[in-house]
T-cell receptor, first 115, second 114 residues
Framework: DQQVKQNSPSLSVQEGRISILNCDYT??????FLWYKKYPAEGPTFLIS?????DKNEDGRFTVFLNKSAKHLSLHIVPSQPGDSAVYFC??????????????FGKGTHLIIQP | EAGVAQSPRYKIIEKRQSVAFWCNPI?????LYWYQQILGQGPKLLIQ????????DSQLPKDRFSAERLKGVDSTLKIQPAKLEDSAVYLC????????????FGQGTRLTVV
């Protein structure tokens, strides 16, 4: 049973436009959500997180939106740049401060930024 | 600051052979994780250490997998004997505190079992 779902295996976006990556979850106990970015032959790198007490968190070009009632979160990248081409993993935990052992990852979405 | 170091980067072995992976976490990071990432899947936790003690190994297939972190710094993950389904990238990650949800990952070791 997949508790964190990223239904788009890949997404192609033109440089300068907005990239929107989606993530759905089924476990209502999830309370803290993270996005990781992964380049080929490298390990995942933490990008941005959001707690369930918020519905939005912003860091530069990256914004994460959380809709708890829909059990849905999304990562917006604007404007998209060539260096944003990577695989993006959505991850969820039952609580912040619980350590990375409680993380459940999605399968990832491969974002391709076209010039 | 140096990142999480892992070796080897790639390994190809035959089924039923044994293999070992090594990880050196970021200096000062007390918590160390080993994850398994099968192609097309997200990382899945295998084991978590706090210093040299095991915190969580509930998802480690203990009949064939073992891990240790004897001096609370470096760690090794061993598979013996390997099966075809063990083909995956093995990721080591570390964090300063056990409560840190955001961990720092190494580049991983890609294992192919033939």
């Amino acid at each position: 049973d997949q508790q964190v779902k990223q239904n788009s295996p890949s997404l192609s976006v033109q440089e300068g436009r907005i990239s929107i990556l989606n993530c759905d979850y089924t476990n209502s106990m999830f309370d803290y959500f993270l996005w990781y970015k992964k380049y080929p032959a490298e390990g995942p790198t933490f990008l941005i997180s959001i707690s369930s007490i918020k519905d939005k968190n912003e860091d530069g070009r990256f914004t994460v939106f959380l809709n708890k009632s829909a059990k849905h979160l999304s990562l917006h990248i604007v404007p998209s740049q060539p260096g944003d081409s990577a695989v993006y993993f959505c991850a969820a935990s039952e609580y912040s401060g619980g350590g990375a052992d409680g993380l459940t990852f999605g399968k990832g979405t491969h974002l391709i930024i076209q010039p | 600051e140096a990142g999480v170091a892992q070796s080897p980067r790639y390994k190809i072995i035959e089924k039923r052979q044994s293999v070992a992976f090594w990880c050196n976490p970021i200096s000062g990071h007390a918590t160390l994780y080993w994850y398994q990432q099968i192609l097309g899947q997200g990382p899945k936790l295998l084991i978590q250490f706090q210093n040299n003690g095991v915190v969580d190994d509930s998802q480690l297939p203990k009949d064939r997998f073992s891990a240790e972190r004897l001096k609370g710094v470096d760690s090794t993950l061993k598979i013996q004997p390997a099966k075809l389904e063990d083909s995956a990238v093995y990721l080591c990650a570390s964090s300063k505190r056990v409560t840190d949800t955001e961990a720092f990952f190494g580049q991983g070791t890609r294992l192919t079992v033939v």
